[in-house]
């Protein structure tokens, strides 16, 4: 009866679009998950992205994307306080324990942290970015497996739109200089799962029908974003 109720919530949004923007609901699990490569992308943050904007950045961890993703918000504040905003999101694996007729979504809703970054820690921050590769150009035609663990980065600062992407399978990760920096300022209390050796076979469907997963999609880098969709759920 519950995949019942879940599957009717998210036609009901994919009758509606499933582009990610500003007044989206990325809290709201069935938002989620039909606009996820929308927001992986962050086609919102590019569309508000000019001179004069207030830099902003969107990171994504893809965990092996059934048993965890974790989102990192980062919006620089008017000039009183200064500094920026920092929300924090991860979640793992479902677990319909948490089910309860006051939130037929709670299994699925991310655990949430939100703070404030000092001008300094928002310096450090872009520093760290920088050093990472972000703003040199993305890699074109690089494969994102849900599968896989990889970051993804979309952001505007001093009103350019950059994308970056690092898959640890591919041998990015020793780039990346800003993930300590995130989960140092992340309270939503989920354990970062650090990522393992992933074999091809591990990216393919196995075993019988009913312990299938529902949600294997393959998304690849193109121009300042992700092109196009080779299997999605």
Avoid at 209 to 225: H, Y
Wanted: hydrophobic residues 40%.
């Amino acid at each position: 009866m519950l995949r019942v109720l879940v599957k009717v919530t998210l036609m009901a949004y994919l009758v509606g679009g499933c582009a990610y923007h500003p007044r989206t609901d990325v809290d709201n699990p069935a938002v989620r998950k039909v606009a996820w490569f929308s927001y992986l992308d962050g086609n919102d943050i590019r569309e508000r992205c000019a001179p004069g904007a207030p830099d902003r950045f969107r990171l994504v961890y893809n965990g092996q994307y059934e048993k965890q993703i974790r989102s990192y918000e980062i919006t620089q504040a008017s000039p009183n306080p200064g500094g920026a905003y920092f929300i924090a999101r991860a979640m793992g694996p479902t677990n319909l324990a948490e089910v309860s007729l006051n939130d037929l979504l709670a299994p699925w809703r991310w655990n949430k942290s939100e703070s404030q970054l000092s001008n300094a820690e928002l310096d450090q921050f872009r520093d760290l970015l920088t050093q990472s590769g972000w703003g040199k150009g993305a890699p074109q035609g690089k494969i994102l497996h849900s599968r896989d663990f990889y970051w993804v980065a979309a952001g505007c600062r001093n009103g350019q739109f950059h994308f970056d992407a690092w898959v640890h399978a591919q041998g990015d990760f020793p780039e990346i200089k800003f993930q300590e920096f995130l989960l140092a300022r992340d309270k939503t209390g989920v354990a970062f799962r650090q990522p393992v050796k992933v074999l091809p076979r591990d990216r393919t469907e196995q075993g019988k029908p009913r312990e299938r997963s529902a949600t294997i999609f393959t998304l690849t880098v193109s121009g300042e974003g992700i092109g196009g969709l080779l299997n999605a759920f």
